[in-house]
């Protein structure tokens, strides 16, 4: 395609739309609205759509006609084809290994199967052979192949592997299959005859032999077909764009987009990155489910959607017991997300957002200033009541009004008479500590944590705090202790796993849960944070069992995997210290994330406007959280 595609991607008009950066750890286009005060990100979602596993899926192309995704599963000797409409695959199964589909311009197929290349009807499932090659090597066969622009068929051989990617070497070749049904032999030598495409101009032939770990670049002559190879002249005419990093492990298929960048899946690296040739750097990288990646190609309504193939082939029952979507495809898609600051006035430690679904409202603290805030989205005013001391966390009473921690004790606050009802004190011996975060658990316990103050910035006695829980006859156990910041805490879907972070182990805990006592027990470690992640407060989680994760000072939430312990997005906001977050708005569909100005000095406050805000993050991947936890107190009991 030559010609320049222009898309508006990000519909949400800016008023004075600026300063646009690409994250390129988060595959996302990061960018503010100036007078508006929004800051937007695009990015990355990832569904697996075919789902019966090939044992090695390779050479995806869109069929347009069909407006189905065709692709080949190797080892498996079947043809797919896979319908966005029914969600079905059917399959064409042929007498050898079939490793390349292309479409003819006549209908149907050709294919590359054995050292073969052959035509394919679909409907009567008739494959005729055009020509073979290597005639003289009785253990190769093809590997990946594509339509050139004019029509050619390139396609490459390979040794067949003893074991993934252990093969004999350099017995593989690149033909090209013409029109006329004669072929050509560009060159030999190859390991691994691998993913191919061509420059928007055609002049450039863009080529991977995997075990070389490059994707290489020729001249091309669109006229005839030929790769300029030059080999008179020193090192020929072929050149490295691109040498892959040791945990991008080995290229393998390969499509370029719109703007001319190239991407190329990573087999046993689990992604795809995207390249530029002309630079030689890599600009994305978009991480899959699966370890096999094999190939890419774009497709569906208006070739906005990328789909990448798997493997399966060489994983033993414990790793597909842990990536049981391998061997599937998967379609990656752009999805905007919308970061609004929603209440403007700033909080020195905004904390602990819970979705009050009775007011329609969004409660939550501000530790330092020793408020408990409520904010309407439909007036767009906060009202607050001022309490006597630092207050760390606040919860829905099923009776109405809350119960809040502040200071070392638990209470009740009536929000019409503003009047606070001390439950109990607890912590009598540490008067340094006070309470810090705290939420409801499934059966309406209040579980919250204490922590030591600072005695000056960025100094605290270590050890102090511990995590106790109110059950509602307002007895209190103690759950844990020697902590040092008490903090983020949320449970699991099914309510076996109660999650806790303790801020300075820079870690997310998990325990196994006993929802009937509200016991937690047999802590192990589940995400340490990185480094620019920063420190772990606030958390909450969504309706997929994902967990995400406020960094204060790190400026983003994390959405983490339970059952991989791995980061699986990142959300950044306009501020660094993020402390909490929550699910709030009609359906739970909203993310309300809360922030603070203590902490920064004059000079970062300038360049922080925001800084104290919470932000409201619509329209991105993860789902919801379920409804928030309400206190179970009896009613004749409530003060």
């Not at 692709?71 to 896979?82: A, E, L, Q, S």
Request: charged share 25%; aromatic share 10%.
């Amino acid at each position: 395609m030559s010609s320049v595609r222009i898309e508006c991607v990000a519909k949400e008009g800016c008023r004075i739309g600026e300063s646009p950066v690409w994250d390129e750890k988060q595959g996302a286009l990061l960018y503010v609205d100036i007078t508006g005060r929004n800051t937007a990100m695009s990015s990355v979602r990832i569904e697996c759509v075919a789902k019966e596993g090939c044992r090695i899926g390779e050479s995806p192309v869109w069929d347009e006609k069909q407006g189905a995704l065709l692709y080949v599963d190797i080892t498996g000797r079947k043809v797919c084809r896979w319908s966005p409409v029914t969600r079905q695959t059917q399959a064409i199964p042929v007498d050898a290994p079939v490793s390349s589909v292309a479409l003819r311009q006549s209908g149907d197929y050709v294919i590359t199967l054995g050292t073969r290349f052959a035509a394919l009807k679909w409907k009567e499932e008739l494959v005729t052979t055009i020509t073979q090659v290597d005639k003289d090597k009785a253990n190769t066969r093809f590997n990946d192949g594509k339509v050139d622009p004019a029509g050619r068929y390139f396609a490459g051989t390979m040794a067949e592997e003893i074991r993934p990617a252990v093969l004999e070497r350099h017995q593989g070749s690149l033909y090209t299959l013409f029109p006329d049904l004669s072929v050509v032999k560009h060159f030999d030598q190859v390991d691994i005859s691998n993913g191919l495409d061509w420059s928007l101009d055609h002049r450039t032939f863009f080529y991977i032999d995997s075990l070389s770990y490059s994707v290489d670049a020729f001249d091309y002559d669109l006229q005839t077909g030929r790769i300029v190879l030059w080999f008179f002249y020193p090192g020929g005419n072929r050149r490295s764009i691109y040498k892959l990093e040791k945990e991008e492990s080995i290229p393998d298929g390969m499509c370029i987009d719109t703007e001319g960048k190239l991407w190329v899946a990573c087999y046993d690296g689990g992604r795809v990155i995207r390249l530029d040739p002309e630079t030689g750097k890599r600009l994305q990288t978009v991480k899959l489910p699966v370890d096999k990646t094999t190939s890419c190609c774009f497709g569906g309504k208006d070739y906005s959607e990328m789909y990448v193939t798997s493997a399966s082939d060489g994983m033993d029952k414990e790793w597909l017991s842990r990536q049981p979507q391998a061997g599937g495809v998967f379609k990656t898609m752009s999805s905007s997300i919308k970061i609004e600051s929603v209440v403007k006035e700033k909080n020195r430690m905004g904390e602990c957002p819970v979705w009050e679904e009775r007011e329609n409202a969004l409660v939550y603290v501000d530790i330092n200033s020793q408020k408990v805030c409520r904010w309407s989205p439909v007036t767009n005013e906060v009202q607050s009541v001022s309490v006597d001391a630092r207050v760390g966390s606040v919860a829905l009473r099923q009776c109405g009004g809350y119960v809040i921690a502040l200071g070392t004790r638990f209470a009740f606050l009536d929000w019409d008479t503003q009047a606070v009802t001390t439950i109990l004190e607890l912590e009598q011996d540490k008067p340094n500590n006070r309470f810090n975060d705290g939420k409801v658990d499934p059966k309406g316990r209040f579980f919250a944590g204490t922590m030591a103050e600072e005695t000056a910035p960025g100094v605290r006695a270590r050890r102090q705090g511990a995590l106790y829980t109110l059950f509602p006859d307002h007895s209190v156990i103690k759950q844990l202790d020697q902590l040092d910041i008490s903090n983020g805490l949320d449970w699991s879907l099914d309510h076996r796993t109660f999650f806790h972070i303790d801020s300075l182990s820079y870690a997310v805990h998990a325990f196994s849960y006993d929802v009937h006592t509200g016991k937690i027990a047999c802590p192990k470690l589940l995400y340490h944070l990185e480094k620019e992640e920063q420190m772990p407060d606030g958390m909450c989680i969504d309706t997929e069992g994902k967990l995400w994760v406020a960094c204060i000072d790190g400026g983003r939430v994390i959405r983490i995997d339970p059952e991989t312990g791995k980061r699986i997005q990142t959300v950044r906001l306009p501020t660094p210290r993020i402390t909490s977050c929550c699910f709030g708005g009609k359906d739970y569909s909203e993310m309300y994330v809360t922030s603070a100005y203590d902490g920064l000095d004059e000079a970062t406050l300038a360049k922080e406007p925001h800084a104290g805000e919470i932000f409201k993050d619509i329209h991105f991947a993860g789902g919801m959280e379920i409804s928030s936890g309400i206190w179970d107190t009896p009613v004749e009991s409530s003060a």
